[in-house]
């Protein structure tokens, strides 16, 4: 593995990961030279650098005007990591405190109709952990998309919350894909559409709201939020269930 994936996934930039390992093992290097061992812009350079200065991870000196860099020992990248997982940890202490709060004001500006949009992996992601707050989860057209989407190791951790929740995924799917992607062992059932019903979106219903989901490139949600339209869709999602059960 290169130095380059390594610092990656240590959580640096691309840029950061090549700079670093630029300067890493070094006795000095210039900005010239990390910027024709990189091909990165020199302005770039020198902003990367900068941030690894104040992340404690290189040091510099100055000789006949010129600076030199050096990276300081690697255990500093770990101390960085544990500094960082501190702030968060205390970010969300503090975003716990008030969420009680947070919530009033979110219900109170929502209207009895709502439409939202989730666009991206990112946007998916956001929509299934708010799922995490419904005891049910109901799919038609379930074609196991989302894991191609967030990826699998997202997925896994999704999962495992939603287990631990003890939320029912209900799985009207669109096809047996079981070899490659297990079915749930807990907390889930499923019953199989016809063939001629494949398809790459899935119609998800869970509360009072009822999403569209696209698994292309980019993925696409279109949700509403209408308690009157959740309770028909899920009239169709029992009526296919008992149907398809025959």
Request: proline share 4%; charged share 30%; aromatic share 14%.
């Amino acid at each position: 593995m290169a130095l380059e994936e390594v610092f990656s996934k240590a959580g640096f930039s691309d840029g950061e990961a090549r700079v670093y390992s630029a300067i890493l093992g070094e006795d000095g290097a210039t900005l010239q030279a990390v910027h024709e061992r990189t091909g990165i812009e020199r302005r770039n350079v020198y902003d990367i650098i900068n941030k690894l200065i104040s992340k404690g991870l290189v040091t510099y000196f100055t000789e006949n005007r010129h600076k030199t860099y050096r990276a300081t020992h690697p255990k500093n990248i770990i101390a960085h990591i544990e500094e960082d997982e501190k702030r968060l940890a205390e970010k969300k202490a503090a975003l716990e405190g008030e969420m009680a709060r947070l919530v009033s004001a979110y219900n109170s500006s929502k209207p009895e109709f709502d439409v939202r949009i989730y666009r991206g992996k990112e946007g998916v992601k956001s929509l299934f952990n708010e799922m995490l707050d419904y005891p049910d989860h109901y799919f038609i057209g379930g074609n196991w998309g989302c894991i191609k989407c967030v990826g699998r190791a997202w997925w896994g951790g999704w999962e495992q919350k939603r287990v631990e929740k003890k939320i029912w995924w209900h799985d009207i799917i669109t096809t047996k894909l079981i070899e490659q992607n297990p079915a749930p062992k807990k907390y889930y059932e499923s019953c199989v559409l016809p063939p001629e019903f494949n398809s790459p979106n899935v119609i998800l219903i869970f509360g009072s709201r009822v999403a569209n989901i696209y698994w292309g490139e980019p993925a696409f949600a279109f949700v509403l939020e209408n308690k009157e339209i959740a309770r028909n869709y899920l009239g169709y999602f029992k009526y296919l269930w008992k149907t398809l059960g025959k």
